[in-house]
């Protein structure tokens, strides 16, 4: 089994920051690619930005400039800094790991239970 708990979240002004973590544990084998998905109310799950096992980084284009991940190997955390925080970024955001289980000869996306953002304007 592979868990990964999500922490950070919480309520800040417009322009405010934040920083999540994202941490796995469990019977894992190799991590690949980690990343941070969001949902808010009446839209559809989207990603916000992804970090491969290289270290390349991909971004949403409505947070580029304004988020960046991270992800500590040692660690098998995941971080994601978000600033410049806008009333449209409310949402939860989800932590996503792309894990090979050391039982299991596949790799399978691991979800996190999600952590609120909450930005007023």
């Known amino acids: 089994q592979v868990q990964l708990v999500e922490s950070g979240g919480g309520l800040v002004q417009a322009g405010g920051s934040l920083r999540l973590s994202c941490a796995a544990s469990?019977?894992?084998?190799?991590?690949?690619?980690m990343g941070w998905y969001r949902q808010a109310p009446g839209k559809q799950r989207e990603l916000v930005a992804r970090i491969t096992s290289g270290g390349t980084t991909i971004y949403a284009d409505p947070v580029k400039g304004r988020f960046s991940i991270s992800r500590d190997y040692a660690k098998n955390t995941v971080y994601l800094q978000l600033n410049s925080l806008k009333p449209e970024d409310t949402a939860v955001y989800y932590c996503n790991a792309n894990v090979k289980p050391t039982i299991v000869a596949i790799n399978y996306d691991y979800w996190g239970q999600g952590t609120q953002v909450t930005v007023s304007s």
């Open positions: 469990g019977s894992i084998y190799r991590i690949n690619a």
